[in-house]
């Protein structure tokens, strides 16, 4: 595993408090944030004497960004420990997550979303496993906010 590249960060919110997603025992792995789905609610008009349809009205649909987590212990137990937990946080029905990446933040609605889980035997022998999570999030989310530019005005 290669020391983490760019400053980044990500916070989920939980029940009993923020779970940071790059700090020990999580690390946060460079397939994140490398796509992000965006799909259309459409409604469109059709005419049986015009060629094509119209589109008179679209809305976006909840995105889904993948996020990828290794997940670490110093024992069998306690890899297994911090799995759960972390399962657990993206299977709350709706919760926050904030992105920081250098001076850029951005906080998100989300809903309970889908994961998968690695457990390859080398994995299990060096007490750590991937979780490989569809973040489903909100699409009314503010964008991302320059943090700088606002001190420096």
Known sequence: MAAVILDLSVEVS??????????????LTGESFTQETISHRKQEAVNPF???????????ENVTTNISVWVR????????ASLETLKAAF???MFTAQ??????????QCFASDYAVTLQREFI????????VQLLHHPGAPGWTNLVSVLDV
């Open 14 to 27: 939980t029940p009993t408090g923020n779970l940071e997603l790059n700090v020990y025992p999580y690390q």
């Open 73 to 80: 212990g110093a024992t069998p137990a306690a890899m297994g």
């Open 125 to 132: 022998h060096a007490t750590m496993a991937k979780l490989d």
């Open 99 to 108: 992105v920081r990446l250098v001076d850029w933040t951005q906080t998100w």
């Open 50 to 60: 015009v060629e094509g349809t119209y589109i008179v009205n679209s809305l976006r």
């Open 91 to 93: 299977d709350q029905s």
